[in-house]
């Protein structure tokens, strides 16, 4: 076998499933963003069963699905993942610490250890005889010669060889690519390996410093609206380019790629490339706002230029990412404004004298709470409050 993509091993003699009848999934990272979309895709697709797993305590988990059966385990050690995979005839690894371009470029060493989780489920999903393992991987391992120019020649898969991957989440999602490889070659389990460039949806990261472009942007709109300062911070001049794909399209490809018969690492990207600047323009556009644009050229802006090359997917499978940015970031944009109106509405009301609601007496200190609400709406808010977090800032009450 050579170093690169391997033209021999392009498509794999095993059998393609109709849905998901007789199968048993695991889906790692369950608690995140892709992961909790997956979980109930596969209920959709009819698998008999499906555990979701992470290690973040279940109430922050972005989706929690009553029919699986849910676990909590740091799938970094090697009984976790035989706990995980246990009775399961699909694994779909998704579990990762990750997080945007800033998070990535100052959390190396944690993004490297996220090799521990792939290494010790795929030993286990051996021992197990489990039948099928999809990887996640990431556009993060093109080689950044490559991605140089903001007018980016779309990246082949190909192009993550001679390798330079991203510092750390990128070499570190490589080595586990080859490792599935090795898995697959060596002891015959049939493991699948996609290259997802950049997704986004409702249900995601959308602070907190993990969260990615197009969620930072819908949030930093929404603040600017907020708090009526019309300006808004961008990270680099704005210039830079990349794709984004719409979660639903994540998951369609996840499914497809993984019941598939193509087994070598494989795009599923979008390849409408846009700027950052231009990715603005669409959320300042549904959010009915012009912002004065204050660029930050020293913060992380990650490679100048990246998009997807579809053309071995509509090969292998007939199908790409088709979900339009404007329509994907509408939906993305209107979840986001209600988890911050959600936050706001939590943060005032544990404050004020809320009644029982089932007592006698609870109608006239109702009325009482009611006017306190009202009263607190009304004043004025002090030096210091965060614009984003008062539900007093201007334009939070009206667009509720
Ligand atoms: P996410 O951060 O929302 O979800 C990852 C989940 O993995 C988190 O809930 C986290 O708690 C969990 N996790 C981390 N370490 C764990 C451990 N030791 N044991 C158990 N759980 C652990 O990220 P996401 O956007 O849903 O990404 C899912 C996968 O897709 C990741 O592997 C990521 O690298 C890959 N990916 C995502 C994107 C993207 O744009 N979202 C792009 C490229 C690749």
């Given at each position: 076998?050579?170093s690169?993509?391997?033209?021999?091993?392009k498509?794999?003699?095993?059998?393609?499933?109709?849905?998901?009848?007789?199968?048993?999934a695991?889906?790692?990272?369950?608690?995140?963003?892709?992961?909790?979309?997956?979980?109930?895709?596969?209920?959709?697709?009819?698998?008999?069963?499906?555990?979701?797993?992470?290690?973040?305590?279940?109430?922050?988990?972005?989706?929690?699905?009553?029919?699986?059966?849910?676990?909590?385990?740091?799938?970094?050690?090697?009984?976790?993942?035989?706990?995980?995979?246990?009775?399961?005839?699909?694994v779909?690894?998704?579990?990762?610490?990750?997080?945007?371009?800033?998070?990535?470029?100052?959390?190396?060493?944690l993004?490297?250890?996220?090799?521990?989780?792939?290494?010790?489920?795929?030993?286990?999903?051996?021992?197990?005889?489990?039948?099928r393992?999809?990887?996640?991987?990431?556009?993060?391992?093109?080689?950044?010669?490559?991605?140089?120019?903001?007018?980016?020649?779309?990246?082949?898969?190909?192009?993550?060889?001679?390798?330079?991957?991203?510092?750390?989440?990128?070499?570190?999602?490589?080595?586990?690519?080859?490792?599935?490889?090795?898995f697959?070659?060596?002891?015959?389990?049939?493991?699948?390996v996609?290259?997802?460039?950049?997704?986004?949806?409702?249900?995601?990261?959308?602070?907190?410093?993990?969260?990615?472009?197009?969620?930072?942007?819908?949030r930093?709109?929404?603040?600017?609206?907020?708090?009526?300062?019309?300006?808004?911070?961008?990270?680099?001049?704005?210039?830079?380019?990349?794709?984004?794909?719409?979660?639903?399209?994540?998951?369609?490809?996840?499914?497809?790629i993984?019941?598939?018969?193509?087994?070598?690492?494989?795009?599923?990207?979008?390849?409408?490339?846009?700027?950052?600047?231009?990715?603005?323009?669409?959320?300042?556009?549904i959010?009915?706002?012009?912002?004065?644009?204050?660029?930050?050229?020293?913060?992380?802006?990650?490679?100048?230029?990246?998009?997807?090359?579809?053309?071995?997917?509509?090969?292998?499978?007939?199908?790409?990412?088709?979900?339009?940015?404007?329509?994907?970031?509408?939906?993305?944009?209107?979840?986001?404004?209600?988890?911050?109106?959600?936050?706001?509405i939590?943060?005032?009301q544990?404050?004020?004298?809320?009644?029982?609601?089932?007592?006698?007496?609870?109608?006239?200190?109702?009325?009482?709470?009611?006017?306190?609400?009202?009263?607190?709406?009304?004043?004025?808010?002090?030096?210091?409050?965060?614009?984003?977090?008062?539900?007093?800032?201007?334009?939070l009450?009206?667009?509720?």
């Amino acid at each position: 076998m050579n170093s690169t993509n391997d033209a021999s091993s392009k498509s794999s003699s095993f059998p393609t499933p109709a849905n998901g009848r007789g199968r048993h999934a695991v889906v790692t990272g369950a608690g995140g963003f892709i992961g909790g979309h997956l979980v109930k895709a596969l209920f959709e697709r009819g698998y008999e069963s499906v555990r979701a797993v992470d290690k973040k305590p279940f109430a922050q988990w972005y989706q929690f699905d009553e029919r699986a059966e849910n676990l909590v385990l740091d799938l970094e050690g090697k009984e976790a993942c035989e706990r995980s995979v246990e009775g399961v005839t699909d694994v779909f690894n998704l579990a990762a610490d990750m997080g945007g371009m800033g998070f990535i470029e100052n959390n190396k060493a944690l993004c490297m250890l996220s090799v521990l989780i792939n290494t010790h489920l795929l030993m286990a999903a051996k021992d197990a005889g489990v039948q099928r393992f999809f990887y996640s991987s990431s556009a993060c391992v093109y080689n950044a010669d490559k991605q140089t120019d903001a007018a980016v020649t779309a990246l082949v898969e190909s192009d993550a060889y001679p390798a330079m991957a991203e510092d750390g989440y990128g070499w570190e999602k490589l080595f586990s690519e080859r490792m599935c490889r090795h898995f697959r070659e060596d002891f015959g389990m049939k493991t699948t390996v996609a290259r997802f460039h950049n997704v986004y949806g409702p249900h995601g990261t959308w602070d907190g410093g993990r969260e990615k472009a197009p969620a930072a942007m819908c949030r930093k709109v929404l603040e600017a609206q907020m708090s009526g300062d019309l300006s808004i911070n961008i990270w680099g001049d704005g210039e830079q380019t990349r794709s984004f794909m719409y979660i639903d399209d994540c998951i369609e490809g996840i499914l497809r790629i993984h019941d598939g018969h193509f087994v070598d690492p494989i795009n599923l990207g979008s390849s409408e490339l846009v700027s950052i600047n231009q990715l603005v323009d669409v959320v300042e556009d549904i959010a009915s706002v012009k912002l004065e644009r204050d660029y930050d050229l020293s913060a992380p802006k990650g490679v100048r230029g990246r998009n997807s090359d579809n053309t071995l997917i509509l090969e292998e499978f007939g199908w790409e990412p088709r979900t339009s940015l404007r329509d994907g970031m509408a939906r993305t944009f209107a979840w986001i404004r209600g988890e911050m109106l959600q936050r706001n509405i939590d943060r005032v009301q544990p404050a004020l004298p809320f009644p029982s609601a089932t007592t006698e007496a609870s109608s006239e200190s109702e009325n009482a709470s009611v006017a306190s609400v009202d009263a607190y709406l009304a004043s004025e808010p002090k030096a210091g409050d965060f614009p984003g977090s008062d539900p007093r800032w201007k334009g939070l009450r009206d667009s509720a």
